[in-house]
């Protein structure tokens, strides 16, 4: 099951207590059902809960049978069938004999409305992307004006993060989130906290791991200039060897070019701690500087 399924299962188990909360609701499942005027009230839905509630909000808002069908492809289809019903329908709704692609204000007018309203969108143009992939959700509308309207909608919520961006899509209007913070907010207020949770814990992970990743890149990169380093003082020391010999070099010298010969591994501090005088990183770093500064000297 997808992710975008399992927040609107989650969804489908709150229960809209106040009577006008069950309406907000409905209004917000049937307005984005994509069949939703005087000719066509209908939903086409692959989630059979979805469709049952559908068909039940029909029945106990706006006191209508609605007729429920399923396709060998597993397509649940519930529409109102009578002209009289549809109009019985939208009367609920505040809409006469004009137009449904606006948004009825009217209908969500209480604070408390507002959750219950969103969580009957999300169930009918609603979809979330898998965290693990990324972070999307978004809200298809088959309307201009009705996509302005939700938008502002969206961008009135105190609750969010971000004002949410919209954009066309195969003749649909689509508004969508695509930063983390606004989605955890959204499932939130729509009553989703388990999948809000989830999102967050996805996003601690991958911080986590980024972090992790360019500590490790940044240590990686140090382990490579201190590679280099000493191949540098070892190629120093080796020419050196090789054409005056050791005992060019004074005592001091000597013993710290003998000692990361012998180990070409060793860090400049475990380095310092193992001559027969301990000094410091920095003198050890200064000591090999000496060195190869010798070696640029005996090649001239």
Known sequence: ??????????????????????????????????????????????NGRIAGVYCEMLREVCKVEPRLVCSEAGKYKAEVTSSADREKVLSVFGYGKSGTSRLNWGNISDECCKNAFLRGAFLTCGTINNPNKGYHLEFVVPYLHLCRDFKRFLSDYDDLAVTPKSITRNSNYVIYFKDSESIEDLLTVMGAVSSSLEVMGVKMYKD??????????????????????????????MYIKETVGLSYLDGELRELARLRLENPDMSLRELGDSLSEPISRSGVNHRLKKICDIARSLKK
């Open 1 to 46: 099951m997808s992710f975008s399924a399992d927040v609107k299962n989650e969804i489908l188990s709150i229960e809209n207590e106040k009577e006008c909360c069950r309406h907000a609701f409905a209004y917000g499942l049937m307005l984005f059902s994509r069949g939703f005027s005087h000719y066509d009230i209908s939903l086409l839905t692959e």
């Open 208 to 237: 986590m791991r980024n972090n992790v990743n360019r500590r490790l890149n940044f240590e990686s990169a140090n382990l490579d200039k201190t590679i280099d380093a000493a191949a540098r003082q070892i190629d120093a020391i």
